[in-house]
């Protein structure tokens, strides 16, 4: 795993195993040079878009934005963060150009090159919800599923049209789950701060040109008093599991494993849309106990193994059939977000309060530190996702308002989004688009991204 990362690039720390063989950084003295500026994108403005400029070397990667940005100043209305590469490596925010340049043994004689485009935009206008989204589902191909600060989900069409509104939380909703993606009468789950987690049910053959609201047949109570944080779905989609704010993780089935009765009461009723809520009782299987401090994140890869991650600094896997924790990973700083990925469900991805990625290898003893880390988020890391084909892709996202698709093969990485407002939550669609929401109300569907080891 380590051979893996080990020239991964500058936005990348060594781990404790091979760092102390790299060679200490020297201080480069600060110093104006020649740039020539110049893209391969087709932009939008009138001016020369090859130029040459005079720059700094303590320059940050905004600094160089803004000298775009004042070439065009035609064009003001298109100000707003670049992507650079330098040398046909990726620049990451979080570096100075000082120390860009160090770490990748750059050295400028005369006028240095320096690549720009635009981050990539939306394929159709933003879809506006009445709150700030805090989740999003993008597991089925044919419709988004999202969840609101209104308390009410959401489901999209591929055209962009709203075609079902779940209505009945009383709270915020901060997860939802598509538990059977690839069939056609979908049974859907929303956590929410309202304490509950509830089952939709509905036929996505059905998805209307106009909103259709829809009740939940089922709804549980995950015995908290401050809210259900996250909720994910096995393989089969049989049962799920939520994390919550009271520390647990809690395993529950769906109606379909639960009930004999389920069938009977899906025929009685006119249309799937139009159930009143079930009265069987909870479906509750077990709750795993560990964690200290609120379960921000859970993970379902395999029948039986659950991942979850926590504001205690923790990653636990759980073996379900012991109900216990058989490997922990530890970090100093809290965990929001996690996602398992690779061929054996091993490589796990977390996102940090620091706005750090941290990339573990599940396989590793249990105490192990992260093989490597990310880091070119300046705020707290919402979401991240690794792509369901290949976890050479990895996306994130942050309060600091980006959406980033890292390939891990080069280091590069491609800007889906920069905003001004933060971005809650993202995923994957359709296998090579992003959706991503968050404060401003906006669910936003980017257009296709190359992914050259699918052949996309």
Request: proline content about 4%.
């Amino acid at each position: 795993m380590e051979e893996m990362f080990r020239d991964m690039g500058p936005q990348f720390e060594a781990p404790s195993s091979f760092k102390d063989l790299m060679l200490p950084i020297v201080e480069m003295e600060p110093r104006e040079i020649s740039a020539r500026f110049f893209t391969n994108s087709k932009l939008p403005y009138r001016d020369s878009p090859t130029f040459d400029h005079t720059i700094s070397t303590t320059f940050t990667h905004d600094q160089l934005s803004t000298v775009v940005n004042d070439h065009f100043k035609s064009r003001k209305s298109y100000s707003r963060p670049f992507v650079f590469l330098i040398h046909g490596k990726l620049f990451p925010i979080s570096l100075g150009l000082d120390q860009f340049l160090l770490d990748n043994e750059i050295y400028v004689e005369e006028s240095l090159e320096i690549e720009y485009t635009l981050p990539m935009k939306e394929e159709v206008e933003p879809l506006v919800h009445g709150g700030s989204v805090s989740a999003v589902d993008g597991s089925c191909p044919r419709f988004i599923f999202t969840g609101c600060e209104d308390g009410k989900g959401r489901l999209w069409n591929d055209t962009g049209l709203c075609t079902h509104i779940l209505e009945g939380h009383t709270g915020s909703i901060s997860s939802v789950s598509i538990l059977n993606p690839l069939d056609n009468d979908a049974t859907l789950v929303t956590a929410s701060e309202d304490n509950t987690l509830r089952l939709w049910k509905l036929d996505t053959k059905e998805l209307e040109k106009f909103p259709r609201k829809i009740k939940p047949f089922k709804t549980l109570s995950d015995h908290s008093t401050k809210g259900v944080w996250r909720v994910a779905a096995n393989p089969s989609g049989s049962r799920f599991c939520s994390g919550s704010f009271n520390t647990t993780v809690k395993v529950w089935q769906t109606c379909e494993a639960a009930s004999e009765d389920y069938s009977g009461f899906i025929k009685k009723r006119k249309t799937l849309c139009e159930a009143k809520e079930s009265q069987l009782e909870d479906n509750l299987v077990c709750s795993l106990e560990g964690h200290v401090s609120v379960v921000s994140s859970v993970a379902w890869p395999v029948d039986n193994t659950i991942y979850s991650a926590s504001w205690d600094g923790t990653i636990r896997e759980w073996d379900l059939e012991k109900r216990s924790p058989v490997s922990t990973k530890f970090y100093e700083k809290s965990f929001t977000c996690l996602s398992v990925g690779g061929s054996g469900s091993n490589i796990l991805a977390a996102g940090a309060f620091d706005g750090k990625l941290k990339i573990y290898d599940a396989k590793l003893p249990a105490k192990s530190r992260a093989v490597h880390d990310i880091f070119s988020h300046d705020n707290r890391i919402s979401a991240c996702q690794w792509h369901c084909k290949d976890t050479v892709y990895l996306l994130s996202a942050s309060l600091d308002g980006r959406v980033m698709v890292w390939d891990l093969r080069n280091v590069g990485h491609t800007v889906i989004e920069s905003s001004e407002h933060s971005v809650l939550c993202a995923d994957w669609w359709q296998g090579d688009r992003v959706i991503s929401d968050g404060a401003d109300t906006k669910l936003r569907i980017s257009a296709r991204v190359p992914l050259p080891s699918l052949g996309v």
